[in-house]
């Protein structure tokens, strides 16, 4: 079973930037989505980007242009840099797999993103 953990969470000013990352327990395989979601109190868990072993890539409306998602084959990894944070962009970030041959989704534990003066 693979385990994902992130980090690169904290307490950030607004205008501010964070870069977090994901890092699987073991190799995943080559054909994959991966993909950053939060949630914040009180609100549904959403999705802020995927990204595909193909390439493709897609971002939430909300973070169009500030955030951006990438991977890192070498090191196994996958990151979200997020610039120009907002006070709305205060949540739990999850990152999440998926082999493109598997139903299954697996989730890390969260990090926390606070954005206040």
């Known amino acids: 079973q693979v385990q994902l953990v992130e980090s690169g969470g904290g307490l950030v000013q607004p205008g501010g930037s964070l870069r977090l990352s994901c890092a699987p327990s073991?190799?995943?395989?080559?054909?994959?989505?991966m993909g950053w979601h939060r949630q914040a109190p009180g609100k549904q868990r959403e999705l802020v980007a995927f990204i595909t072993s193909g390439g493709l890539i897609n971002y939430a409306d909300f973070v169009k242009g500030r955030f951006s998602i990438s991977t890192d084959n070498a090191k196994n990894q996958m990151y979200l840099q997020m610039n120009s944070l907002k006070p709305e962009d205060a949540a739990v970030y999850y990152c999440?797999?998926?082999?493109?041959?598997?139903?299954?989704?697996?989730w890390g534990q969260g990090t926390q993103v606070t954005v206040s003066s």
């Open positions: 073991e190799s995943i395989s080559r054909f994959y989505v």
């Open positions: 999440k797999y998926r082999s493109t041959y598997s139903t299954i989704d697996y």
